[in-house]
């Protein structure tokens, strides 16, 4: 890795008499870089941007073969659509929560592990484990452990005198927002901690001399710092909290009552239920326009934080 | 030198490390001692942490009562494919990147990491149709293809390989060495440790993924574990002491994994980061 630091001329011209070969070397080396690129590109076109033309075309058609041209039918279909608001609306708590849950939990988290404590790497490890579960396991164990009547949870309640819980029937939506940050918060957590890392310890100290609380320091260093880390950690929870599926898949069912019917759980129904292709390219574009949104946000302000030590 | 905290601050610090570090690992656990309760104790509605004697039986009955041999030959398959693919194909192309200079260089890198934008769930609906018309449909085919590059691998590979000299290349192609063999001998060796990261980030991701494989088969013989996991808790209603046997079975190599490289995770998930 020590290559990583060294900074050699980038450009380099042959010198000398081989300077000769040059042109025809630059020519065999742009056909060496077609030849390697030529079926990455076939791949990328098959597999991302024809998919995603097909969605666009498939919108504005309708049948079980998405076939026949309906115009813009689906789309209006979509913005009058009851069942897809009520999903918005579930997406749009789900991920909010999901993301602001993850960075409030997840920077606290690093703060205390920023610390020169003794076992942190033990500590990050048993935080970090969740992630690597299958959205399949962490939903089977959540509905056993929170099963009303088989569930251990309700159990230990009852042994410590408290009261007990049907949460997935109360508060469906809370209960997976919580589920779904047991299962992230170690990996937003393992990003600021990288990026509490990156602040150089000096500012700490100016500040610190200046007569500076932590509280204050915390606020008019460590957060403004963070910023660049923190927009990432906000798009990549946005995404994946719109691309949840597996919480209403295998806990909820997207009930009681459509409360946890998160969009590409809709999506998913509307094409492999009510097989309606063309209804769910036209919900599917929908989507790609707001990740779009999101990614471009991402970019502009990103470019605008990027910070200078 | 930053001073440690003080005394209080660290009791505290344990405190609500400890509290949430039990929360994350003691579901995790309880997994593993559901997987070993007789089918009795995981139905009766005074539920126990621990059984009265481990079934470590359930586990051989995991593959009588549904095809979990399939699911777990599917698993490495599919994965060690899209595995073994990324590993190929990520650093080649962004070896081209980092390294060649040809007309269009820019536009084709900008088109390449647009496809970030379009995640899976946005095109599951035209690769499912695709997959269909192919015949693909409930074949490793099916499951694999989709996979076998990704952008965000291609980057992560081109920021690693532009800081090499260009005259470690420039001497080994006066030396007579092909394109491939520079690739094979040069580039690849220094940039092993961003292929660990590359290859334990793509095995885990795709070991654990569930909505592609759910969509893209059709009968119990070709689902993966995580799929298979689902479908045998819905089909033969909670039998929740063979899905945590299962689920046991789909959790242990990840973890293995991470706890051997815990170092290149954590390098991962901040590489991730560079996006």
């Given at each position: 890795m020590r290559q990583l630091t060294t900074g050699p001329p980038r450009r380099r011209r042959l010198r000398g008499p081989l300077a000769v070969f040059a042109p025809s070397l630059n020519r065999r080396y742009v056909l060496t870089a077609y030849a390697f690129l030529i079926p990455a590109f076939a791949f990328f076109g098959l597999m991302f941007y024809l998919p995603i033309a097909n969605i666009i075309t498939n919108s504005f058609n309708t049948g079980p073969q998405a076939n026949q041209f309906a115009g813009l039918e689906n789309y209006t279909r979509a913005f009058e659509d009851a069942s897809v608001q009520n999903s918005f609306t579930v997406t749009f708590i789900f991920g909010a929560a999901t993301t602001i849950g993850a960075i409030v939990i997840g920077l606290a988290l690093a703060l205390l592990l920023n610390q020169p404590l003794r076992g942190r790497v033990v500590f990050r490890a048993a935080l970090l484990v969740p992630y690597l579960t299958s959205v399949?396991?962490?939903?089977?164990?959540?509905?056993?452990?929170?099963?009303?009547?088989?569930?251990?949870?309700?159990?230990?309640?009852?042994?410590?005198?408290?009261?007990?819980?049907?949460?997935?029937?109360?508060?469906?939506?809370?209960?997976?927002?919580?589920?779904?940050?047991?299962?992230?918060?170690?990996?937003?957590?393992?990003?600021?901690?990288?990026?509490?890392?990156?602040?150089?310890?000096?500012?700490?100290?100016?500040?610190?001399?200046?007569?500076?609380?932590?509280?204050?320091?915390?606020?008019?260093?460590?957060?403004?710092?963070?910023?660049?880390?923190?927009?990432?950690?906000?798009?990549?929870?946005?995404?994946?909290?719109?691309?949840?599926f597996g919480q209403a898949y295998i806990i909820t069912g997207g009930g009681p009552a459509n409360a946890t019917d998160l969009y590409i759980f809709h999506v998913f129904n509307?094409?492999?239920?009510?097989?309606?292709?063309?209804?769910?390219?036209?919900?599917?574009?929908?989507?790609?326009?707001?990740?779009?949104?999101?990614?471009?946000?991402?970019?502009?302000?990103?470019?605008r934080n990027e910070v200078q030590y | 030198m930053r001073r440690g905290p003080t005394m209080t601050a660290r009791i505290g610090s344990y405190g609500v490390l400890g509290v949430v570090g039990a929360i994350t690992v003691l579901p995790l656990l309880y997994m593993g001692a559901l997987s070993l309760q007789t089918e009795a104790e995981t139905l009766s509605a005074n539920p126990v942490l621990w059984p009265e004697t481990p079934q470590f039986g359930n586990y051989a009955e995991l593959f009588e009562r549904a095809p979990f041999g399939n699911f777990i030959i599917n698993s490495i398959v599919v994965t060690g494919g899209i595995t073994v693919a990324h590993l190929v194909f990520d650093p080649l192309v962004g070896y081209v990147f980092a390294k060649f200079r040809f007309p269009l260089r820019n536009t084709l890198f900008i088109a390449l990491l647009t496809t970030l934008m379009m995640p899976l769930f946005v095109r599951m609906i035209p690769l499912y149709v695709m997959m269909s018309n192919l015949g693909w449909l409930n074949s490793y085919q099916a499951l694999i293809v989709p996979f076998l590059m990704d952008a965000f691998g291609i980057f992560l590979m081109r920021q690693f390989i532009q800081p090499i000299p260009d005259d470690l290349i420039q001497a080994a192609r006066i030396d007579g060495a092909s394109e491939l063999r520079i690739y094979a001998r040069v580039i690849l060796p220094q940039v092993k440790p961003a292929l660990a990261v590359l290859g334990l980030f793509t095995f885990v991701f795709q070991w654990n993924e569930f909505l592609w494989p759910l969509v893209a088969t059709t009968t119990e013989d070709m689902r993966t574990i995580p799929v298979g996991l689902t479908l045998f808790n819905q089909e033969y209603f909670t039998l929740w002491h063979l899905t945590a046997a299962g689920s046991v079975i789909l959790f242990v190599p990840t973890v293995l994994l991470f706890l051997f490289s815990q170092r290149y995770f954590v390098r991962g998930i901040t590489l991730s980061g560079l996006k």
């Open positions: 399949a396991i962490v939903g089977l164990l959540w509905r056993n452990i929170l099963d009303p009547q088989l569930g251990i949870l309700n159990r230990l309640l009852m042994d410590l005198g408290l009261p007990t819980q049907s949460w997935l029937n109360t508060h469906p939506l809370a209960t997976i927002i919580a589920v779904t940050l047991w299962m992230t918060v170690g990996y937003t957590m393992v990003l600021f901690l990288a990026g509490l890392q990156g602040i150089p310890e000096q500012y700490h100290e100016a500040a610190t001399v200046d007569g500076a609380s932590p509280w204050q320091r915390f606020w008019r260093i460590t957060l403004p710092l963070l910023a660049p880390t923190t927009l990432f950690v906000s798009v990549m929870a946005v995404i994946s909290g719109l691309q949840a509307v094409a492999f239920t009510s097989r309606d292709f063309g209804y769910a390219s036209a919900l599917s574009f929908l989507l790609f326009i707001v990740i779009v949104i999101f990614t471009v946000i991402q970019l502009r302000v990103g470019r | -």
